[in-house]
């Protein structure tokens, strides 16, 4: 049962552009979004983190969008630039927080130069 | 600051071996959290330790246990092994039990021949 599903799978932009991925999830227990960076051979690196009772958050280039009625969230990232050619997992986690964080399956995004 | 660190970086096992797996959180984090990462997909939960306490488990069978020691340092071993347990296994700190920001460290990869 995938709790945060996440989409697209692979994603291309050019140099300067707005790459967004987005996630959606089940569970209404979960009351705080996580996004993590991965590079290949890495462990996951946290980006930017929002709770429920905001609707968005803003860090550098990195936004994220969130919406509690719809149960999505999204991560923008502006000016996007080839070293941010990277895996990108979003992920939630239950209050309480004895689940750990469950993850989305991840987008790979590749940025033209 | 030292991150969090794992090792071995690289470990190879065959069918039905055991295997340990070490990793030492963040100085001055409490709670460590174990994840499995199969190829190209997002991490899953294995456990969660909070003061030597087994705080939160996920779905895994009783292959696998770990464990957390004195100075917050954690072993996560698997028996049995079978070739689908050939994954990145991940460490990740966190200061305190609950919906606590997670730093992860790099993985250690496991072959299973």
């Known amino acids: 049962q995938q709790q945060v599903k996440q989409s697209p799978q692979s994603l291309i932009v050019q140099k300067g552009g707005i790459s967004i991925i987005n996630c959606a999830y089940e569970n209404t227990a979960f009351d705080y979004f996580p996004w993590y960076q991965q590079f290949p051979g890495k462990g996951p690196a946290l980006l930017i983190a929002?709770?429920?009772?905001?609707s968005e958050k803003k860090e550098g280039r990195f936004t994220i969008s969130f919406n509690k009625s719809a149960k999505q969230f999204s991560l923008h990232i502006m000016d996007s630039q080839p070293g941010d050619s990277a895996t990108y997992f979003c992920a939630a986690r239950r209050g309480g927080g004895a689940d750990g964080l469950t993850f989305g399956k991840g987008t790979h995004l590749i940025i033209q130069p | 600051d030292a991150g969090v660190t794992q090792s071995p970086t690289h470990l190879i096992k065959t069918r039905g071996q055991h295997v340990t797996l070490r990793c030492s959180p963040i100085s001055g984090h409490k709670s460590v959290s174990w994840y499995q990462q199969v190829l190209g997909q997002g991490p899953q939960f294995i456990f969660q330790y909070y003061e030597k306490e087994e705080r939160g488990r996920g779905n895994f069978p009783d292959r696998f246990s770990a464990r957390q020691f004195p100075n917050y340092s954690s072993e996560l071993n698997v028996n049995a092994l079978l070739l689908g347990d050939s994954a990145l296994y991940l460490c990740a700190s966190s200061l305190n039990h609950g919906p606590e920001t997670q730093y992860f460290g790099p993985g250690t990869r496991l072959l299973v021949l």
């Open positions: 929002i709770r429920p009772d905001v």
